[in-house]
């Protein structure tokens, strides 16, 4: 086997490797409390340890389930279907979970083109839809005959009309080229050592993220992980310090992770034992560490300009 470069800090320790990380999971056979499940990640199939959560506990519900496509999970194999089918598919996690959230609790639904309708009108059925993010992945196989595929959605809903939403903690540091001032001092922007900025409110379409990469240290060698730095700007948004979110499709883990360095509680679902691994792998890096990359002193900066990548280059 070739051996990886030492840049290269994705994490893909076996299940042998990691049997300490996955004896640090649970799971769940009958109902139980939220302290028996606070800030773990739960082993098993998410329709069956949902019915037994507790109801109304949740802040806030962020789901990224299975695209509609044929993929395979390291064993476990999801099929394409139909869009009818795999509208009933979301029906079916939207009522499973549904009774575990709070009455102010916010949801974001994670998923491709080809699924986005599906998801939002399961959703518009049970939720009251807020909007819908547009997030640039940049990644993705080129094809000779159709646009490369650099997009993915994010629908934004809530359970009620009353919910929370932090819109001054998600501020975007952009790089100002027009430097307007009145009496000689800049105005709506700042200076400083590393150029000029403005803190803009966000928008829909976010094209300040990149996807882990093999030289990020919250990388894994899961084949859909989601980004930190995103998840940062859901929970630091539609969640307060001590709120509890819970993810039923953790994955390798990045809510979890993104969760406990911003304060908040989390509980996470996982059927896929290695999964389960590489995100209690990332759980402990994260009591050393709780850095994200491009959410540096409280900001979120456009890719490519935070002072720590500055310091790197």
């Known amino acids: 086997m070739k051996e990886k470069s030492k840049l290269n800090k994705t994490i893909d320790i076996s299940i042998e ?39 109304n506990f949740v802040d806030l519900l962020i789901v990224d389930p299975p695209y509609n496509i044929n993929k395979d999970f390291h064993g476990q194999k999801f099929k394409k279907e139909s869009d009818e089918s795999y509208e009933e598919y979301t029906e079916t996690w939207i009522n499973t979970v549904e009774h575990t959230l709070k009455d102010n609790a916010s949801i974001y639904v994670c998923c491709d083109w080809k699924s986005t309708s599906s998801i939002y009108r399961a959703l518009k059925k049970h939720f009251i839809v807020q909007n819908r993010i547009t997030w640039q992945r940049e990644k993705g196989r080129g094809a000779l005959m159709n646009w490369k595929n650099g997009m993915e959605d994010i629908w934004f809903a809530t359970k009620s009309k009353n919910y929370t939403f ?10 100002v080229m027009a430097t307007y001032k009145v009496d000689g001092k800049p105005k709506d922007w700042e200076e400083t050592e590393d150029g000029n900025f403005r803190n803009t409110y966000p928008s829909n379409f976010w094209d300040d993220i990149s996807i882990p990469y093999w030289s990020m240290p919250e990388n894994t060698a899961h084949p859909t992980q989601k ?54 792998k ?22 490519n300009t935070t002072p720590v990548q500055k310091k790197k280059e």
């Open 17 to 55: 490797e990691g049997k300490q990380y996955l004896e640090r999971c649970i799971k769940i056979e009958h109902q139980v409390t939220i302290n028996d499940i606070l800030n773990k990640t739960i082993i098993g199939n998410t329709f069956d340890v949902l019915k037994n959560l507790p109801s």
């Open 282 to 303: 990332r759980i402990e890096m994260a009591d050393k560490d709780i850095g994200i990359q491009g959410y540096v002193d409280n900001i979120f900066w456009e890719r």
């Open 166 to 175: 932090n819109v001054n903690d998600v501020k975007i540091r952009r790089k």
């Open 227 to 280: 980004p930190e730095k995103l998840l940062a700007k859901l929970i630091l948004a539609s969640s307060n310090k001590d709120d509890i979110i819970l993810d039923p499709f953790v994955g390798s883990g990045s809510t979890s992770v993104t969760a406990k360095k911003l304060g908040r509680y989390y509980v996470g679902i996982e059927m896929n034992q290695q999964y389960c691994v590489w995100a209690e």
